[in-house]
């Protein structure tokens, strides 16, 4: 059996531990999508494959135990996912009948957002099309996700980019009752950046994150959200065999445009870093290679930064590394 | 005098009111829902018709207008204690009428609970000239027509609003060289709503005993309420008040004394100093309110003070329905049904 | 128009500060306020807060108020030298009816703080004993370094049958300990008719002692209480007193304990 590895994974589909069978993989920006692709999807499965999908951490889909020489086929099958979840958003693919154009970058995930949860700063999905447009299809490998709000549900913190949705509270001092739901929900649940003094709410502005969790619990309408929607950008959080971490704040309090345009950035940066005698390399360990200052310098080119907005001076990425910190005590006996 | 004008007409006569009214309305905040991307309807100033918000009730109702959140009594300086000028403007406020009859129970208690009238009450409330919103349909929550508070005589002009016009029922004769210059003569009276979709029947209060105040219905709102006080603040009828001392200058020589809305159904509402409470689970708490609402003022000035405005339902969190709860303690109360439905 | 704010405070100056216990203050200010027994005052500093204070005696000239540490209000209150000025609106509430006490036997059994607001009916009987059939008064603190009016106790005592008692006494108390219903049982009480009881303390005092004259046949109506709420405005507007349809402030804060039994808070 012939087939070329490179050119199948760059297709979206999988090499797998079964001689002669792949995995389709289906990206769904945002992880929102209509149900009716949901049929495509089905028909697939039960036709080429094991009957059975696998919905990925990434969001999207992957159905296992196909044939290799089934691909065009199945590319000609995933057309209209390809158009309505990818051409629709402005992704630019030449040929929608012949499958996913590249893998590298992987799915950008999104939590539900404001479509439906409370909390939600924003429209995540709309934000997950945005970027996707910007950056797929492209082979670095670079993992997104962005999440309404700090509560993280997407795990912003263990991708390459994170985009956390926060707010700047606005309180109308003539609306405020005194109640301190905010300030004690502030205390308890977040960063006790408030406090209440001479019976009015006082902020700490450097301890506020832009939760917006007091906006939720006032009664009256004294806390409301900004009108400008603001971003805090976590990078180069990852799992992986070397050296997992959780990602650390980059950016705090820019908009929505420099977050785009940030990303987008950074493929200029891979290219330009990227050592280029490995088959690929994750950009977080580029950033490693370079250091911090590197990445910034490369990843802010022609970004208009806002007064409020705040640039990490520097990042101790911390996590551990497996070969420093393997060495464990064996239970005493 | 009955009007029909044509709505340019009437925003014309807005306009020209506008130099002697602040007019408020039930108006769109953008973005200032509490959610993110989401309006909140409140009270506001309004321009022009087109600004009413007909289609959706207001979260808050109008009585910030006259009582306001937080209201300035006077203030300090070291030696002197001044009480802040009235606001010139006279007010124009569209409403409904179950708000009319919402502001005829805050009425009750700044000018006629107690020996003294509210000075603060009074001199914004004197200013303010209703015009009603017909209003034959209601909302999902509403119940006026069961707290007989679905129709008023009491309003300066009544308004229909039609797609191009609106009818006008002028009561006020203060008004009338405003109106007389435009539309023509056509006598409208305004129609009030005959049927909620919520209704409620409320127990006879002489046979609401004090057996009802320790009955387990109250313990589900123990577990339930999380005494946010969202019924309490967007209710017309809540009239409850705390005074608060501040400073203005970090050596505390200049400052105010000013009264904010407090709610019954929050902590510290019957602290004292030293902080002893009178009701700590918001079961009693919730019992306190709904008698106030359905019960004690009505012992006192003959009539309820619950206008039936559904507000408490659409702004619960805990989607704790008020004409649930009347309609349970009536099935208590009257037919003797103890079950928790 | 602001004639008639009833919110705006008069000031009055400090003439005499007594030092009652560690925590408890006797204020005497100079105003022309003529109170019923029983009334209390809206007190404020400005710009630090107003607070319901119960009066505790009055004359030509001046009343009194023992007022307690407990917050930031009185705190600040208690800092305060002759010569300040505290600001007062009021008085209000409906206070005792010390007409209908007259010609009777009137027991009185205060706890704590709650001997301030009964303080000037005692002053009152005292200075007229004859108005009286007889006399008891029953006071009870938690510990000796908690009894107010001392000196004015042990004058009492020359023309009233006193029972004072500590909840708990230390080496140097001699005198009674246990808790003020224990002294109950201890009252004479010849004739229902012609007897009125006045029990002004802590909610749990007002109801077990209540329960021990109910115990003796006294009838409920010849029981009075006096209710501490916290009342913002003093005047029936701001409904943290709000009992059922009553208004503490207004209706009250005296009860007679047919009324006080219903209030349910």
């Known amino acids: 059996m012939s087939i070329d590895v490179k050119k199948v994974k760059k297709n979206a589909f999988r090499i797998t531990k079964q001689r002669g069978k792949t995995a389709l993989r289906i990206r769904v920006p945002g992880g929102h999508l209509e149900v009716k692709y949901f049929d495509i999807i089905k028909e697939i499965a039960e036709k080429y494959g094991d009957g059975t999908v ?71 999905t709309d934000l997950t099309r945005k970027i996707e447009k910007e950056i797929f299809p492209n082979d670095y490998h670079v993992k997104i996700a962005v999440t309404g709000c700090p509560n993280d549900c997407i795990k912003a913190h263990m991708q390459d980019f994170g985009v956390i949705g926060i707010t700047e509270p606005q309180y109308d001092e003539g609306r405020c009752i005194s109640c301190q739901a905010c300030v004690k929900n502030c205390r308890k649940r977040v960063t006790g950046a408030l406090k209440f003094e001479n019976y009015t709410v006082v902020k700490d502005e450097d301890r506020c994150i832009g939760c917006g969790e007091c906006v939720l619990k006032c009664p009256t309408g004294a806390m ?45 940066y ?51 590394m497996y070969e420093r910190n393997r060495f464990f005590s064996e239970v005493s006996r | 005098m009955g009007y029909q004008l044509l709505n340019k007409d009437f925003n014309d006569i807005l306009n020209q009111l506008k130099s002697e009214y602040k007019i408020y309305g039930p108006k769109r905040f953008e973005n200032k829902g509490r959610f993110s991307d989401t309006d909140v309807i409140g009270y506001g100033e309004i321009d022009k018709l087109e600004d009413i918000v007909l289609d959706e009730k207001t979260y808050f109702s109008p009585k910030e207008i006259i009582y306001p959140i937080r209201q300035t009594l006077f203030y300090f300086t070291e030696d002197e204690v001044k009480v802040p000028d009235a606001p010139e403007d006279k007010v124009i406020v569209f409403l409904r009428p179950c708000d009319i009859n919402g502001i005829k129970r805050l009425d009750t208690i700044f000018l006629e609970n107690g020996p003294y009238k509210d000075v603060y009450y009074e001199r914004l409330r004197e200013k303010v000239k209703f015009f009603m919103i017909e209003c034959t349909e209601g909302f999902d929550s509403c119940f006026c027509v069961s707290m007989n508070s679905n129709k008023t005589h009491d309003y300066a002009v009544a308004i229909r609003f039609n797609e191009e016009n609106v009818l006008i029922d002028l009561k006020d004769r203060d008004l009338l060289e405003y109106f007389e210059n435009y539309g023509k003569a056509e006598e409208f009276t305004p129609e009030y709503i005959k049927e909620n979709k919520a209704k409620v029947s409320i127990p006879y209060p002489e046979k609401v005993t004090n057996e009802m105040f320790e009955h387990e219905v109250w313990q589900e709102y123990t577990r339930r309420c999380i005494g946010c006080g969202r019924c309490n603040t967007s209710c017309i009828t809540c009239s409850c008040f705390t005074m608060q001392d501040v400073y203005y200058d970090a050596n505390k020589k200049v400052g105010e004394r000013r009264r904010v809305w407090a709610s019954c159904q929050i ?51 805990e989607y704790i329905s008020f004409s649930k709860c009347i309609n349970k303690l009536y099935s208590i109360v009257e037919e003797g049904n103890n079950d928790e439905k | 128009m602001m004639k008639n704010n009833p919110y705006l405070p008069v000031s009055a100056p400090i003439t ?12 005497r200010l100079a105003c022309d306020i003529k109170p019923q027994n029983g009334q209390f005052l809206e007190v404020s500093i400005p710009r630090v807060g107003e607070a319901p204070i119960s009066i505790s005696d009055f004359g030509d000239g001046y009343i009194d108020m023992t007022i307690r540490r407990v917050g930031k209000l009185t705190n600040d209150i208690h800092e305060l030298k002759v010569g300040d000025k505290l600001f007062i609106r009021g008085p209000y509430g409906n206070g005792f009816p010390l007409e209908q006490y007259k010609g009777k036997h009137l027991i009185i059994a205060a706890g704590g703080t709650g001997l301030a607001p009964v303080k000037s009916i005692i002053n009152y009987f005292y200075k007229n004993i004859d108005e009286l059939k007889r006399f008891d008064l029953l006071i009870g603190f938690k510990s000796p370094k908690d009894v107010l009016f001392e000196d004015e106790i042990n004058k009492w005592k020359e023309k009233i049958n006193v029972t004072l008692t500590v909840d708990k006494g230390d080496e140097n108390w001699e005198g009674n300990t246990g808790l003020i219903t ?42 009075w209480v006096s209710f501490e709420r916290k009342m913002s405005c003093g005047i029936g507007k701001c409904g943290h007193c709000k009992i059922d349809e009553t208004y503490v402030c207004l209706e009250g804060p005296v009860f007679n304990y047919t009324k006080a039994k219903d209030l349910i808070d």
């Open chain 1, 54 to 124: 696998h919905i990925t951490i990434r969001q999207g889909f992957e159905v296992p135990g196909i044939d290799f020489d089934k691909m065009p086929e199945i590319n000609r099958m995933i057309k209209p996912i390809i158009e309505g979840l990818e051409l629709d958003i402005g992704v630019n693919i030449d040929d929608p009948e012949a499958g996913y154009p590249a893998a590298g970058t992987r799915n950008v995930s999104g939590c539900i957002g404001n479509k439906v949860c409370p909390f939600a700063n924003y429209n995540t």
């Open chain 1, 224 to 268: 409301t959200r900004s009108k400008e929607k603001y971003y805090r950008l976590v990078i180069m959080g990852r799992t992986g065999k070397k050296n997992p971490r959780i990602a650390r704040t980059f950016l705090n309090w820019v908009d929505e445009e420099t977050v785009i345009k940030v990303i987008k950035n950074c493929y200029d």
């Open chain 1, 270 to 320: 891979i290219d330009e870093y990227i050592d280029k005698s490995l088959g690929k390399e994750h950009v977080g360990y580029i950033v490693d290679r370079t250091g911090y200052n590197v990445f910034k310098e490369a990843v802010l080119k022609d970004v208009k930064l806002r007064t409020k907005a705040k640039i990490a001076d520097y990042i101790d990425f911390g996590g551990y």
């Open chain 2, 267 to 317: 902590d510290v509402f019957t602290n004292m100093a030293g902080g002893h409470g009178f009701r700590e689970k918001q079961g009693q708490r919730m019992r306190f309110k709904t008698m106030h609402k359905i019960n004690d003022f009505y012992k006192r000035f003959g009539f309820h003070m619950c206008v039936g405005c559904g507000r408490c339902d659409d702004v619960c969190p």
């Open chain 3, 16 to 27: 005499k500060i007594t030092k009652e216990t560690d925590i408890d203050y006797t204020f």
């Open chain 3, 182 to 223: 224990k002294y109950v049982p201890d009252i004479k009480i010849d004739n229902m008719k012609d007897t009125e009881v006045i029990i002004v303390g802590p909610p749990i005092m007002m109801k077990f002692t209540s329960m021990e004259f109910l115990k003796l046949n006294v009838p409920e109506k010849k029981i």
